[in-house]
């Protein structure tokens, strides 16, 4: 057996492919929900209120952004691994949960387990692909891990769609969820090995300062760090609307389970697709370019979403979308990959993680209420403004400095 540490995606592909097979897994969990739970919702419990609806994406958001940040501070004390295992253990209870729910309180108590589940989970694949392959391919690495994430909640998605419309809305499009976990965490104990000793080896080599305190600099005072993780908010603020007003949007002009599931199901998966090309773009190309289209594209497709309400003008504006994020999601973790010392990588993508995934119960709080004070459409629309006021501040804040 060889002791030697070699960095490279080539060097190390076995073990990147089984984490890249784990994430799918992940990604799989949170495309449970991304169809069918207004029309839950509103069946099993009776809510047709928007925040309401939209509290268990709160629940989810604010629980996932506290425990991707513990995540990256505790990685390096505790092994990747263990952390890994820890968020499948609470995976298991959720679908469980979702099929024998009695309260809208239970439905929000399994999205705190997921959101633990996804911190720990998304977290700890992302940190050990980023260890694996070094600086050289850390874009393409990490299209690869969010291509398998989006790509499967995405299909997910679909299939619960599917499910949901010929069997109902519950208890079968949540079976899906009972294996998913159970196969994510066999493959987990069995197949993947701890990457803290590939960190050991990178900071031999590294020329990247020290951060003074990682959660002020990434949080505030870096320009370019900060720049980075104001924009991964405003993305999950627009995500979160599109995850929980899409679909209202969609039963208020008629749309079956199956055409939602179609049109909620287009973004994830071109977002997903997209970033097998986006993360090796970020490799090769202006990084800071990268984000400020992104974010553009984005905030211009959530602004047409009102206006064009045919199936195939929202499956078209789903795409542009999703290519959009697609454009920003895999640079963001290279961009702070580059930014950071392989030592500090894991906190400051922790603290990145956390402030993005607060964007979601940012973006679900502030569009549920402008959704049931004005409409679902301002609310869409308020969304896209602040989409393309985050893509300037990447263009004025963010230096030019290498290759962001």
Do not use: C
Not at 1 to 25: C, D, H, P, R, Y
Not at 182 to 189: A, I, K, N, P, R
């Amino acid at each position: 057996m060889k002791n030697s540490v070699n960095l490279g995606l080539k060097e190390n592909w076995k073990q990147f492919t089984i984490l890249v097979v784990v994430n799918a897994f992940v990604g799989g969990m949170v495309g449970l929900e991304r169809t069918i739970f207004p029309k839950f919702a509103e069946i099993e419990f009776g809510i047709a209120s928007k925040t309401a609806i939209l509290s268990f994406i709160i629940a989810f958001g604010i629980t996932k952004a506290i425990t991707n940040y513990f995540t990256g501070k505790l990685a390096n004390k505790f092994g990747r691994k263990n952390l890994l295992i820890l968020g499948w253990l609470f995976a298991i209870p959720i679908p469980f949960i979702l099929i024998t729910a009695t309260s809208w309180n239970w439905v929000i108590f399994a999205n705190i387990l997921l959101g633990i589940n996804q911190g720990l989970t998304w977290s700890s694949t992302v940190v050990m692909k980023i260890d694996l392959v070094g600086e050289k391919d850390r874009g393409l690495a990490m299209g690869i891990n969010e291509f398998a994430g989006y790509f499967a909640v995405g299909i997910v998605a679909f299939l619960t769609g599917i499910i949901a419309q010929k069997y109902g809305v519950t208890p079968y499009p949540f079976y899906l969820g009972i294996g998913i976990s159970v196969l994510g965490l066999l493959l987990t104990l069995f197949f993947v090995k701890d990457t803290r000793k590939f960190v050991h080896k990178e900071q031999q080599s590294t020329q990247t300062n020290k951060l003074g305190n990682v959660f002020v600099e990434t949080s505030f005072k870096n320009k370019t760090l900060s720049s980075i993780t104001q924009a991964g908010l405003v993305n999950n603020l627009n995500d979160g609307m599109i995850w929980g007003l899409l679909p209202i949007l969609l039963i208020s002009l008629n749309y079956d389970s199956k055409s939602i599931g179609i049109i909620a199901a287009i973004y994830p998966a071109v977002w997903g697709i997209g970033q097998l090309i986006t993360g090796r773009m970020a490799d090769l190309y202006s990084k800071k370019k990268m984000l400020f289209w992104g974010m553009f594209l984005q905030g211009i497709a959530i602004l047409l979403i009102p206006y064009f309400t045919d199936f195939y003008q929202l499956a078209i504006i789903a795409s542009v979308l999703g290519f959009g994020t697609a454009l920003v999601y895999p640079t963001f973790l290279s961009a702070i990959a580059d930014a950071t010392s392989p030592n500090q990588r894991a906190e400051s993508i922790g603290v990145f993680r956390l402030w993005r995934d607060l964007g979601y119960a940012i973006g679900a709080i502030v569009s549920g209420i402008i959704a049931d004070l004005f409409g679902v459409e301002y609310a869409v629309l308020a969304i896209g403004i602040v989409t393309i006021l985050s893509s300037f501040v990447i263009q004025f804040r963010m230096p030019n400095n290498q290759t962001l």
